[in-house]
Every structure is written in structure tokens, then in C-alpha cells.
């Protein structure tokens, strides 16, 4: 069993221990349900860097990144950095994230919040919306052609945006849908965790230009995102960058500043 198989079946078994406490009928009644979304995609479109800055505090791959940090804190100083958006880790056990994080970021900034998930059912994409995000991420290694259908049309059903990420030309190609706004190539390697930005430049090809494209993991330098500007993308997720210093916000600002 690879890394990601484990979390993919503690996830299922989460996933129907909350649905058998929490019914769809109060994630609906929640006061953030109503909320106006902010489109992740547009802030992409218009912006000249494309950081997608993240709050992580552990990772699998790397254990401790960042346990110190405040999510407020992350929070508004990425939005003083000028980040087109901010992703939160909300599995608890692999990544030490939860959906409290989600709520304390939204309340302490007003940018787009991607809800950074094993998404494996709709209610997660419910709960996302309950919580106040503005974008999911649906993983096309863990899902078919058909779940990726019905969890992206259900996330444009309650006016979130979707990023759908990618390893490889399979993935991609039996997940190009209109119900995805984001396409993401994960430069990480799924069996050897080994990282490289030569697939991201591989894929950009045969991504459909009604997409915007996003490059994740394993971006560190203002060099590499120049050299995948050419390819393409509009969108770079940064991780462990910024989250493994002592004051993510400041490195933030100091890297978007080095970029423009």
C-alpha cells in the first residue's frame, strides 16, 4: 500500500463516521452556506505572480513543517503579501489540518480559500461550502472519470471553483471536463515522492487553454516560476516554502516581491 492508498482509506472511513453524526440538513443551515464565493480562477487570470500560498503544518513526506504558527496569522499576512489565494490542509491525521482551520482563515481574510482535501464524496464538498471556502480540489489519482463528474458538477452546483490535479497524461486526459475551472500538475511523484517541474512542462500541452493552468509542489524559487511562465500556467501552489519559516506572510511578501 502506497502513502496515498492509507490516507484514501482512513479517509472513507472518516468521511462515514461524520455523515452518520452531522446530517447535509445542518452543513446547509450553516451561516456561511448563503455566503457569495470568490472565484479562485478570475484572481489567477488577472494576476502577474499566481501564488496560491498554503497553511500546512505536517506532511507525510516531510513530517514537522510548521507547528507554531497561527492560522490568522498565516492568514492575514498572506493576504498583506498579495497571494492570489490561500490552501489549508484540513486532514487532520497525515497533515495535522482541520475544517477549524478553514473557518479561522475565512474569518481573518477575505481572499479565495481552497479547501486542500482527499475529497472522496460529495459531502465533503458540503462541508467545504459549510465552512466557507470558495474552491476544492478533487485528485485524479484517487478518483474515476465518473466521481470526478459528479464532484466537480455538484461543487459548481453551490458556486465553488474546482482544481483538479493531475500526475500524469492519463490523469489528465480522462478527467478534461467543463466542470473544472483548474487544471494542477503535481510536480511530485506519487511512489517516489521525488519532485520535479519537468512534468508540469511535459502536460502543458495537452491542457485545453479554457483552463487556467496551475503548477504544484516543489515550486522554492522565483526561477522556477519564471521558467514555467512560458508553459502556460497562471497558478503556483507553494507549500512547505513559506510555511517552513518563521513568519510565512513575511517570506510571502518578500518572494512576490522578488517575482514582480
Same mark, same amino acid.
Given at each position: 500500500m502506497t502513502i #496515498?492508498?492509507?490516507?484514501?482509506? +482512513?479517509?472513507?472511513? *472518516?468521511?462515514? /463516521?461524520?455523515?452518520?453524526?452531522?446530517?447535509? !440538513?445542518? /452543513? *446547509?443551515? !450553516?451561516?456561511l452556506f448563503e455566503r457569495e464565493t470568490v472565484s479562485l480562477a478570475n484572481?489567477?487570470?488577472k494576476s502577474n505572480t499566481g501564488i496560491i500560498a498554503e497553511f500546512k503544518r505536517r506532511s507525510p513526506s516531510k513530517s514537522v513543517i510548521n507547528q507554531n504558527a497561527s492560522v490568522e496569522d498565516v492568514a492575514k499576512g498572506y493576504e498583506h503579501a498579495g497571494v492570489c489565494g490561500m490552501s489549508v490542509l484540513t486532514d487532520g491525521k497525515y497533515f495535522g489540518g482541520s475544517?477549524? +482551520?478553514? /473557518? /479561522?482563515?475565512?474569518a481573518s481574510a477575505q481572499l479565495p480559500i481552497l479547501r486542500k482535501e482527499f475529497i472522496i464524496d460529495e459531502y465533503q464538498i458540503l462541508e467545504a461550502k459549510a465552512h466557507g471556502t470558495d474552491v476544492i480540489l478533487l485528485i485524479a489519482a484517487v478518483l474515476t472519470r465518473e466521481e470526478i463528474k459528479t464532484l466537480s458538477e455538484t461543487a459548481k452546483s453551490l458556486d465553488l471553483d474546482v482544481l483538479l490535479e493531475v500526475h500524469n497524461l492519463e490523469e489528465l486526459q480522462?478527467?478534461? @471536463?467543463?466542470?473544472? +475551472? @483548474? #487544471? %494542477?500538475?503535481?510536480?511530485?511523484n506519487l511512489k517516489t515522492? *521525488?519532485?520535479s517541474?519537468?512534468? !508540469?512542462? *511535459?502536460? !502543458?500541452?495537452?491542457?485545453?487553454?479554457?483552463f487556467v493552468k496551475v503548477s504544484e509542489s516543489g515550486i522554492s524559487s522565483v526561477e522556477a516560476i519564471n521558467e514555467l511562465?512560458?508553459? %502556460?500556467?497562471? %497558478?503556483?501552489l507553494i507549500g512547505e516554502n513559506f510555511m517552513k519559516t518563521e513568519n510565512p506572510g513575511k517570506s510571502a511578501l518578500e518572494f512576490i516581491r522578488e517575482l514582480s
Amino acid at each position: 500500500m502506497t502513502i #496515498l492508498d492509507k490516507i484514501i482509506a +482512513d479517509k472513507y472511513k *472518516e468521511v462515514a /463516521l461524520k455523515k452518520s453524526i452531522i446530517p447535509i !440538513s445542518q /452543513l *446547509e443551515a !450553516s451561516v456561511l452556506f448563503e455566503r457569495e464565493t470568490v472565484s479562485l480562477a478570475n484572481a489567477l487570470r488577472k494576476s502577474n505572480t499566481g501564488i496560491i500560498a498554503e497553511f500546512k503544518r505536517r506532511s507525510p513526506s516531510k513530517s514537522v513543517i510548521n507547528q507554531n504558527a497561527s492560522v490568522e496569522d498565516v492568514a492575514k499576512g498572506y493576504e498583506h503579501a498579495g497571494v492570489c489565494g490561500m490552501s489549508v490542509l484540513t486532514d487532520g491525521k497525515y497533515f495535522g489540518g482541520s475544517l477549524d +482551520d478553514v /473557518l /479561522l482563515a475565512r474569518a481573518s481574510a477575505q481572499l479565495p480559500i481552497l479547501r486542500k482535501e482527499f475529497i472522496i464524496d460529495e459531502y465533503q464538498i458540503l462541508e467545504a461550502k459549510a465552512h466557507g471556502t470558495d474552491v476544492i480540489l478533487l485528485i485524479a489519482a484517487v478518483l474515476t472519470r465518473e466521481e470526478i463528474k459528479t464532484l466537480s458538477e455538484t461543487a459548481k452546483s453551490l458556486d465553488l471553483d474546482v482544481l483538479l490535479e493531475v500526475h500524469n497524461l492519463e490523469e489528465l486526459q480522462k478527467s478534461i @471536463m467543463p466542470s473544472l +475551472d @483548474m #487544471l %494542477g500538475v503535481n510536480n511530485r511523484n506519487l511512489k517516489t515522492f *521525488e519532485v520535479s517541474t519537468d512534468i !508540469s512542462k *511535459e502536460l !502543458s500541452t495537452h491542457i485545453p487553454d479554457d483552463f487556467v493552468k496551475v503548477s504544484e509542489s516543489g515550486i522554492s524559487s522565483v526561477e522556477a516560476i519564471n521558467e514555467l511562465k512560458p508553459f %502556460g500556467y497562471q %497558478g503556483f501552489l507553494i507549500g512547505e516554502n513559506f510555511m517552513k519559516t518563521e513568519n510565512p506572510g513575511k517570506s510571502a511578501l518578500e518572494f512576490i516581491r522578488e517575482l514582480s
